[in-house]
């Protein structure tokens, strides 16, 4: 239970942050994981080997813990916390039916029920949609987009179809669509 409660408060501190380099993120987080994790084996009087398993050990992470946290980071800044964390909470079945392929493992009939309770909660959070009309604070910022989106109107590239980054000014605007709670819609309801 602590373990879920330290979860999702990361994802929301996460979130808090999310609009800035996801890799540097993930650069820093594992860092600090991985610092911790090994003074913490250390102080038990566990030994760190120092061969081809420790190599194998950091390559198993970049790109599954690493590669998964940058997705991660990235479905914050556009899905928020709670949407990201629904669509996250299905990889253990990925999981488990991949054993179930691969090593022939059965998973018991619990699977069943969780599974499909977990895919309607998925389902019914990522089809909820709200609009109202919402005020977006003015903002210089650097960051990837494309200019038809309602966010990114400014005229001095006009005619750039393609997603860029420069520095832009987003002016304070008053509008009213349907959205989630992303990194551009994070205010009071």
């Not at 609009?19 to 084996?41: H, M, R």
């Not at 494309?146 to 750039?160: A, C």
Request: hydrophobic share 45%.
């Amino acid at each position: 239970m602590l373990a879920v409660v330290c979860w999702g408060i990361d994802n929301n501190l996460t979130r808090q942050i999310s609009d800035k380099n996801p890799i540097q993120i993930t650069y820093i987080k594992g860092l600090v994981g991985g610092v911790v994790s090994i003074s913490i084996a250390l102080i038990l009087g566990k030994t760190v080997p120092l061969d081809f398993t420790l190599l194998w050990a950091l390559l198993l992470g970049a790109f599954s813990y690493g590669i998964s946290l940058v997705l991660f980071i990235k479905a914050l800044q556009s899905l928020g916390s709670s949407r990201t964390g629904a669509f996250f909470s299905l990889g253990p079945f990925v999981g488990a039916i991949a054993s179930v392929i691969i090593l022939r493992e059965w998973l018991g009939w619990v699977m069943f029920p969780a599974l499909v309770l977990m895919v309607l909660g998925t389902w019914l959070i990522v089809n909820e949609r709200h609009e109202h009309a919402h005020t977006h604070a003015a903002v210089t910022h650097t960051h990837m987009h494309r200019h038809d989106d309602l966010h990114h109107l400014h005229v001095h590239l006009e005619g750039i179809q393609e997603p860029h980054s420069h520095e832009h000014l987003n002016p304070e605007i008053n509008h009213t669509h349907a959205h989630w709670p992303d990194t551009l819609h994070r205010h009071e309801h």
